[in-house]
């Protein structure tokens, strides 16, 4: 815990507060590419790496010069009881055990290593091979180590439904449906590339077990969506066996072309790793060499990805630099960059250049007469903008002032932005990340979706920053029934004891970290009793170094919802809302700044190991859930989050901070000046 250092007056604490905006300032301005963007790691978990090692192998890449570094890197991020994890303090998974372990077999070492039987001795305490997610199986079944008839059937027929039957491929969320085209050509074909003798993990078996239990166990309950689904997937299964299956060929050629089509400029398929790294195993199922242009494009995409040093080489699941950009961007105009600051013109400059104007997935639910517009999250990736960093691209543009000749390019951009995120907007006045209405909930029983989301559905924290966008563009809800509708969206996804979920950052810190700024930019009452209540949750779970802190166990077990150790990320967040709430001069806030001057560090920057971005929760359903399962039902989670994907966005701890710090300042500074004109 943080000692706090009580300033000696006022003057001292005006000094602290200023001191850490200089150097925050000082600090992100040094770290601009000088093509005008910033860009930070973004950390995750060892899965990453173990199956970009696999991911090698099974391709057959010549080169394994990078396979010591890739193992230095698994081994240095196991537990001390012999695990790995999903987040930075998170109890062990078995499957992310399993898969680190069975990486580091292939790559040379030896099971008899203290190390490799401290592993061994977790996985088997937890049951196994057999308890790993259906993810894991899929690449244990590529590699001769569990059978395919173990894992859930997927046809390559789905790609041949059309978008309006019950179920299709749009049915999907953005990333779990670039992931499923390529997996269903893998679960046909059912490749096996062997490995060595030695690299086998036949020693995660328990003795007790036995080839039936490879199959899927019935789900409990008389009927149900997942017991109708267990019933389909024997159905699938008979159907595979059949010798003549009309359509297959056409089936798998359609597939074929969709993954193709979909690679991006810089070799990948999304912009992020599961789909990637299935599409380039599927392709070379179907006879695609190494040489091949999309193979070969897509083997040299992950450079851009991989972080290396002498002895480490990780591989991020993702990068980051439009959102980094924009954020920081919005940071350096909050604590008093001018607007017309050669570094916010040049950053402006990339942002516009990075404008999508292609029709993606996103246009099978929405009007042909849209104009493309939008901004993705990576350096490549036309087909999935995201309504997210567009909203913030939004605001980040909105505030930079821009050469006389560039201006009225920015204001078109604007325009055509905005009207495109609106009609983004789903039926129930909320935004998603990607899609429009993608809330299929049925499509998240099927016995494959078992880690991550299959939906993305409307999100507060999604929704509150294209409210705040349309509020700095002076678009108030009274004048707009479609932003009158978002409001209410946001109202009913209020909890009762008044945070909003957090989808995309951790958790209830941070949905109300988004909403309330929004109302305020929309020129809402902040008394509103709501808006109180979010207020004194928000002053109730302040801990007492002055931070604010929330474990990604909050998705699992409401007793963590808002509680944690205090970080910088999710410091800013709470007091970005409390100020957005008129509590500028309250104990809290104030607190608040003593916790973030106080655990700066003198290059400007804070330290953060801990995790406060969520990929995906992994709930399925890709929302809150009112009624979590218990222990041991079918969709349950452990603080281990099996079923989750959690992020360190290494920029978090730095530009979030200064948002806050920035406001505060400016605040201060503005009442100065008000009280000097009376």
């Known amino acids: 815990m943080v000692e706090l250092r009580e300033p000696a007056d006022k003057l001292d604490a005006k000094r602290a507060v200023d001191t850490a905006v200089d150097r925050s300032q000082s600090y992100l301005l040094a770290r601009q590419h000088e093509d005008g963007y910033w860009w930070g790691r973004l950390e995750s978990n060892a899965t990453m790496e173990a199956e970009f090692l696999m991911l090698n192998y099974f391709m057959e890449v010549p080169d394994k010069s990078k396979w010591p570094k890739l193992a230095n890197y698994i081994r240095r991020q196991q537990r001390e009881d012999g695990s790995w994890g999903q987040y930075y303090g998170a109890p062990g998974d078995v499957s992310t055990s399993v898969e680190c372990y069975f990486a580091l077999k292939l790559a040379g070492t030896s099971a008899a290593t203290p190390a490799m039987q401290k592993a061994k001795e977790f996985i088997l305490s937890k049951g196994g091979v057999p308890k790993t997610r259906v993810f894991t199986k899929i690449w244990l079944a590529l590699l001769g180590q569990w059978p395919w008839e173990g894992v859930p059937a997927m046809l390559p027929e789905l790609t041949l439904l059309p978008s309006w039957f019950p179920m299709n491929l749009y049915n999907f969320s953005s990333w779990a449906r670039a992931t499923v085209v390529p997996i269903m050509i893998l679960m046909t074909r059912k490749p096996v590339r062997a490995v060595p003798a030695y690299a086998e993990i036949t020693e995660l078996f328990s003795d007790r077990w036995d080839r039936k239990q490879y199959y899927l166990k019935r789900p409990s309950g008389l009927l149900n969506w997942r017991t109708f689904f267990w019933g389909v997937d024997k159905g699938l299964r ?103 600051d050669a570094a916010l013109q040049r950053a402006a400059e990339w942002l516009l250049k990075m404008e999508i104007r292609k029709r993606g997935d996103w246009a099978v639910r929405v009007r042909d007469d849209v104009e493309p517009s939008g901004w993705a999250f990576e350096f490549a990736n036309d087909w999935y903008p995201d309504i997210d960093d567009t909203a913030e691209v939004l605001i980040a543009l909105l505030r930079t002032q821009m050469p006389r ?263 201060r500074e503005g009442a100065i000046r008000r009280s000097t004109d009376l």
């Not at 089509?261 to 912009?271: A, C, I, K, L």
């Not at 179907?286 to 990805?305: C, N, T």
């Open 238 to 340: 008979m159907y595979e066996a059949l010798p003549v299956k009309p359509g297959r060929k056409y089936a798998i050629h359609r597939a074929k072309e969709w993954i193709l089509e979909r690679q991006e400029s810089d070799g990948s398929w999304g912009g992020i790793q599961p789909p990637w790294v299935y599409a380039l195993m599927a392709l070379k199922t179907l006879g695609h060499s190494l040489d091949d242009p999309s193979v070969a494009k897509g083997l040299k995409g992950f450079e851009a990805f991989a972080i290396e040093d002498e002895e480490t080489l990780t591989v991020q699941a993702c990068v980051s630099p439009v959102w980094d950009t924009c954020l920081t961007m919005i940071a350096l105009q909050d604590s008093g960059v001018p607007q017309d």
């Open 405 to 667: 000749a560039r201006e009225a390019d920015k204001r078109a951009t604007l325009k055509r932005a905005a009207v495109w995120m609106l009609h983004m907007q789903s039926k129930n006045g909320g935004w998603a990340a990607f899609d429009k209405d993608n809330v299929r909930d049925v499509v998240a029983k099927i016995p494959f979706s078992d880690f991550g989301e299959t939906l993305d559905p409307p999100s507060g924290d999604v929704t509150a920053h294209v409210l705040e966008a349309f509020g700095r563009m002076g678009s108030p809800p009274a004048s707009d029934p479609r932003l009158r509708k978002a409001l209410e969206y946001l109202w009913r996804e209020q909890a009762p004891d008044g945070p909003w979920f957090g989808r995309w950052g951790v958790n209830y810190v941070y949905g109300s970290g988004a909403v309330l700024p929004a109302m305020e930019s929309l020129g809402l009452d902040m008394a509103d009793p709501r808006v109180r209540k979010a207020v004194s949750w928000l002053l109730a779970h302040q801990n007492d170094d002055g931070g604010w802190g929330e474990s990604c166990a909050s998705y699992v077990d409401p007793a963590w919802r808002g509680r944690g150790t205090s970080t910088a990320s999710q410091t800013g967040w709470a007091l970005l809302a409390l100020m957005a709430a008129g509590e500028w001069n309250s104990p809290a806030v104030e607190g608040g700044l003593l916790f973030l001057t106080n655990t700066q560090k003198p290059d400007g920057s804070w330290d953060e190991p801990w995790f406060t971005g969520a990929g995906f929760p992994g709930y399925g359903l890709g929302r809150r859930l009112s009624n979590a399962p218990d222990a041991g039902e079918n969709g349950s989670q452990g603080a281990e989050m099996a079923a989750g994907f959690m992020i360190n966005y290494h920029m978090y701890r730095n530009y979030w901070p200064l948002m806050a710090l920035g406001r505060y300042k400016r605040h």
